[in-house]
């Protein structure tokens, strides 16, 4: 199909306009439009049963051959992608393959030519009732929330696997990017996920479509390739006309149609300071996260739901510092079995590849709230004080089979990789220890029935996240392996301040020195107890807060992981001697104002290391 730009039905409105879509892919670009239009198939007689219904099947063969080559040849084009791109890409046309196998897409298919349809009718109509079957499974409420992501996504792949052998039956060709120039900003009114392989990042500045979403595979796609992107742009077609000019945010998800030119001197620097940026981002990736004065820390990632885990690939992380495996619980009616655990678990170890992966089990209580364990009676009790109440170990010490399933679904998996079991909300020694006994009664179970698991466990540690732990550090640590310090809760509970309540927001300070003392003698207790210390609240995030925290003898962070980058940065440019200053300051400073501006001046006097 030729690529041209287009002629829109009516006339474009002169003057810059702008239109917000679904921020997909960051980056920002200046360029002019070229859309892609791709030819419709004939239109097709759904009505007809009178078909010669081996010739149909002939022909839908054809297409399924013509369609198998094709996503071979898509294969084939998997290695010119980034890494992360090649995992989503991959899968996705391993998917398409195997509905072209003998599917029951190719029975339902089949049967419908029996009844002498058009090949092209019996496509489209049985692979538009699977969708729907998986929009709304039959007898079942429809999907909520990821549920409802997932099976929109499984939707689309009928639909356009049904797409895909419909234009093969009609001999309907498909677009190619190939003729866009370069520099352009691809305009579509959508983009599958098999046309995002096709684009050449060094050649496209970005994509913008009127439709589509920011969880589909195409916008895992886009992002995997970096080329910013914002997709349902609303409107976007009626206003780009030929040699449109535009500008595409794929941060905020803001496109600007015929931009003034006070507009493009503005987003031209934003094009260049993003693109240096990137540059010095990508190349941090590689490096080591040590200090200017030589010290190397540990900087890992946190993990919300597996789909993060290109992200964290992407960032440099050394593993994974913090697995919240409250995922598991969310959007499901069922509580998740350990079969079901180990198998969620199991890929993500191996992702890793031999960096540790530290999972916590499951942090239930307090602001949570999980339809799977409500339904069974547990959770949220409706306290007045949910924070104060039955959460995190407290809640599984109650629920022991919780704790069991959880235990032994991941030292089933801990096969795969370096494993840590993290217990949240560990305020007492009895909690750990009873904790403990139970990991090791589940792990000497699970060897009488032959299963492998290894030899010692792995290690098993405990988040500081209340005042009593970080006082008790000492004692805690006899019995933890390691030690996670969540600065989110641990300010919630020291400065007695919601963290979720906009009221009291003010007073919620992680840097305020009572949090910064508990960090101090949590750090301390560590090193005399020979245990690793981590920080894996929101602090870890701020690239101002982690060279103080070093100074308060913290050597590994875990973080989100597009913060992995800057952090590293602040890292490099910081030197020992200074951290430690800071932190002696800190520790004396009367409240989190003063710590802040202290940690502003020093960031600003900081030499930006070689790297950027
Ligand atoms: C914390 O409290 O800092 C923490 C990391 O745990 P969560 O945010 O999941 O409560
Ligand atoms: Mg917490």
Redesign the pocket.
């Known amino acids: 199909m030729k690529t041209t730009e287009r002629r829109p039905k009516q006339r474009p409105r002169a003057g810059e306009v702008r239109l917000e879509g679904q921020p997909v892919s960051s980056g920002v670009a200046i360029g002019y439009a070229a859309v892609a239009h791709e030819p419709a198939p004939p239109p097709v007689d759904m009505a007809r049963r009178d078909c010669d219904s081996a010739h149909e099947r002939t022909r839908l063969h054809d297409a399924i051959s013509r369609s198998v080559a094709q996503l071979g040849r898509l294969h084939d084009r998997l290695a010119l992608l980034p890494e992360d791109g090649q995992v989503e890409i991959g899968s996705l046309l391993e998917v398409y393959r195997r509905m072209l196998g003998p599917s029951r897409l190719r029975r339902g298919i089949e049967a419908r030519l029996e009844q002498g349809m058009l090949a092209e009718a019996a496509v489209m109509q049985e692979t538009e009732t699977l969708a729907a079957l998986m929009l709304v499974p039959p007898g079942r409420p429809a999907p909520q929330g990821e549920d409802a992501v997932a099976a929109r996504r499984r939707a689309g792949e009928f639909r356009e696997i049904g797409r895909r052998l419909v234009r093969n039956l009609s001999g309907t060709p498909y677009r190619s990017f190939s003729t866009l120039p370069d520099g352009a900003i691809l305009v579509a009114e959508q983009l599958r996920p098999a046309d995002a392989a096709l684009i050449d990042p060094s050649r496209i500045a970005a994509v913008v479509t009127e439709e589509g979403g920011s969880t589909g595979h195409t916008a895992i796609l886009l992002r995997a390739l970096g080329i910013p992107a914002v997709l349902a742009a609303h409107g976007l077609l009626a206003q780009v006309g030929r040699r449109t000019r535009l500008v595409v945010d794929g941060a905020t998800g803001r496109v600007i149609v015929r931009p003034s030119s006070r507009t493009a001197a503005a987003a031209r620097v934003e094009v260049a300071s993003y693109a240096r940026e990137r540059q010095m981002l990508g190349r941090l990736r590689r490096l080591p996260a040590r200090l200017s004065s030589g010290e190397v820390l540990t900087l890992q990632a946190?993990l919300e739901i597996p789909a993060e885990l290109p992200m964290v690939a992407q960032s440099g992380a050394a593993g994974i510092g913090?697995l919240?495996s409250?995922f598991l619980f969310m959007n499901t009616d069922t509580l998740p079995d350990e079969e079901l655990q180990e198998a969620i678990y199991l890929p993500l170890i191996e992702a890793m590849a031999g960096d540790p992966v530290t999972i916590?089990v499951v942090?239930w209580g307090?602001e949570?709230n999980s339809d799977a364990l409500s339904r069974v009676g547990i959770g949220n009790g409706g306290d007045a004080n949910p924070a104060l109440a039955v959460r995190g170990i407290r809640l599984l010490l109650q629920h022991r089979t919780l704790l069991e399933t959880q235990f032994a679904a991941i030292l089933r998996a801990a096969h795969a990789g370096p494993v840590r079991v993290l217990l949240?909300m560990v305020s007492l020694l009895e909690e750990l220890q009873a904790a403990r006994e139970i990991y090791a009664r589940v792990g000497r179970r699970l060897r009488r029935r032959g299963v492998k698991i290894p030899d010692p466990l792995p290690p098993l540690g405990i988040?500081i996240?209340t005042p009593a732990a970080a006082l008790m550090t000492d004692v805690l640590a006899q019995e933890a392996e390691f030690l996670?310090?969540?600065?989110?809760?641990?300010t919630?509970y020291t400065l007695a301040a919601d963290?979720a309540a906009t009221d009291v927001a003010a007073l919620y300070d992680p840097l305020h020195p009572a949090v910064l003392r508990l960090v101090r003698m949590t750090a301390d207790a560590g090193l005399r107890q020979r245990r690793p210390v981590s920080v894996?609240?929101?602090l870890a995030s701020d690239p101002q807060a982690v060279p103080l925290l070093v100074g308060l003898g913290v050597r590994s962070f875990s973080m989100h992981a597009s913060a992995v980058p800057r952090v590293k940065r602040a890292i490099r440019a910081a030197a020992m001697d200074d951290c430690r200053r800071m932190a002696c300051r800190a520790l004396e400073a009367t409240d989190g104002q003063e710590v802040r501006a202290m940690l502003a001046q020093y960031a600003h006097t900081l030499q930006p290391p070689d790297d950027g």
């Open positions: 946190n913090l919240r409250e916590r942090d307090s949570k949240p988040m996240e996670a310090i969540g600065t989110n809760d641990l919630m963290r894996c609240g929101e």
